[in-house]
């Protein structure tokens, strides 16, 4: 992991065709503008860890445990 320092107005950039320009430092925000090819993908990490998540949650999703979750929707239902 590379760790630097930049100012408001500064930038980095990455290979050839990313560039990252820190935009506005406010208190302990930091606003980036990332310049990129659109066939990067371009993702806030806790969405893609959230994806991931819902994904595995899906896959190891039994069939009995779907039927339960349906079950126990009807019977809330009818509360």
Do not use: H, W, Y
């Not at 107005?9 to 290979?15: F, K, L, W, Y």
């Not at 899906?58 to 009995?64: A, Y």
């Amino acid at each position: 992991m590379l760790v630097i320092t930049r100012r408001q107005g500064e930038a980095v950039v990455i290979g050839q065709d990313i560039e990252v320009i820190v935009s506005e430092v406010s208190g302990d925000k930091v606003k980036l503008c990332i310049d990129a090819p659109r066939e990067i993908s371009i993702m806030r990490k806790e969405l893609l860890e959230t994806g991931n998540m819902n994904k595995e949650a899906v896959d190891t999703t039994s069939s009995s445990g779907l039927e339960q979750f349906k079950n126990m929707a009807k019977v809330m239902k009818n509360l």
